[in-house]
């Protein structure tokens, strides 16, 4: 196997977006990673607050957000407007060639909307493709993608779309070119032993010991679908996936901070 | 001289932007443009009436908004997310491969807040700098530019920018690459003689007989400033400048329709 350039693919979530402290120390972190680098964002509580002031209704169903069109317009304003021209424009002032991005722009990542069942998520979307080569190109260029949560479909919907899902779909795509590392990085240390014990940090997490903390109640509900798709990233091609706290970036892309995500 | 490649870049006007019937037509007439392109986009009302909705007072002096921190942030989230974005997903549905920026993403278009006179503007931006060879780059590998009229600061600011100048700088800039075809797309079928008769269309515009409608009062106070633009723009090596309606595209591409400005 040829040696190939590594890519870290990182993923932040809303809850370091919504606190300007953390948010900029964690840009700070970023733009020193070196190599070629993605950046892939959560919304955070912005869009919920934006909804409210404008008197728009949040319609949450098991914890997940019902995107009716006002809310739709509301997460393009948020995610793809103010958090991410603001991400970008902080990168660009600490020297990072940032560049703002939705999934459709560049056709980067189309979806479908979420096909109605039990419940109509309303304009949300699940990936159907991403265009690998394309960001590839940008990467080419010298430029950083800072990719907001909103993908689009064939009929020209914008669709809000998890960023969790939006990191591993990516980071999957551009394993063709890069040996990508992929990094979610959050408010805990990575995943615990002990959800009560912010410092019982798993070094390293495999099939059999995720099958066993599930099975003890340790890894809770909104760790379960960052792991699945971590796991699938691995089985799809992704070099390395770790689950770190946003402060320890720096270590963490060196192998030395969070969760190790590994098939074996 | 070489035969170059033709660019048309494109301005679209806030007031096309907020009727959807006459934006989707121009969107078509846009995508079937031929060669490489480029649209910038104005705000249009949207902005106006989301900071109403958030209870946020539009500041107005001489008929120019003046952008403070609450209007900054609405005009990022209306500019660059919301009308930026939906314009991104339609081209795309178009078969147009469009990519949605502003300013600050890939450093493209940088400026300087500009500076407290008499009147303190806010947040708004004087261009200082357009990275032509990125904007080139993104059009070699098969990208339409769509640009939102936002610049950013060396600080990390982002900034309020006129689209019109925008448009203008940026086809400069691209005069080094491209033969480039400057065309501003509004609600007017182009400069007219006589600003009660729509049909009152100049063929052409020449700086004697600019100065001389002027001078008789039938340029108005909104053209003047388009029409500095566009002979800066002439002047800086932009290779034709043509002032159109917005449903006269394809036949202004084609320079069959519209206000020709021309140095001589």
């Known amino acids: 196997m040829t040696m190939r350039t590594q890519l870290s693919v990182v993923k932040i979530g809303g809850n ?39 008197q728009i209704e949040t319609k949450m169903v098991d914890g997940r957000r019902i995107t009716d069109k006002p809310m739709l317009d509301v997460v393009t304003m948020v995610y793809g407007g103010l958090v991410n ?18 999934g459709a722009d560049g056709g980067i990542i189309r979806s479908v909307k979420r096909p109605v069942k039990s419940l109509d998520y309303g304009f949300v979307g699940d990936i159907v493709a991403v265009d690998g080569k394309q960001i590839e190109q940008m990467i080419a260029s010298g430029l950083v993608p800072v990719i907001a949560p909103l993908t689009y479909s064939n009929e020209g919907l914008l669709l809000n ?3 969790d899902t939006m990191a591993s779909a990516t980071a999957v795509a551009l394993s063709t070119y890069f040996d990508t590392n992929l990094l979610y990085c959050f408010e805990k240390k990575g995943v ?3 959800p009560d014990d912010d410092d019982s940090v798993l070094e390293s997490l495999t099939p059999p010991t995720y099958t066993a903390y599930k099975a003890k109640g340790s890894i809770n ?44």
């Open 161 to 163: 779309t998890n960023a």
């Open 85 to 102: 021209k603001n991400l970008v424009a902080q990168l660009q002032s600490l020297g990072t060639n940032a560049i703002g991005l939705t």
């Open 221 to 264: 509900k909104g760790m379960i679908p960052k792991l699945d798709n971590a796991f699938a990233a691995l089985t799809d091609g992704v070099g390395k996936v770790t689950i770190c706290h946003a402060n320890d970036l720096a270590q963490a892309v060196l192998g030395n901070a969070g969760t190790v995500v590994t098939l074996d």
């Open 192 to 194: 615990l032993a002990d």
């Open 16 to 54: 370091i977006i919504d606190n300007p402290e953390a948010c900029s120390r964690f840009l700070q972190d970023f733009s020193k990673v070196k190599g070629p680098k993605i950046l892939i964002h959560g919304g955070g509580k912005v869009a919920t607050q934006v909804a409210a002031s404008l």
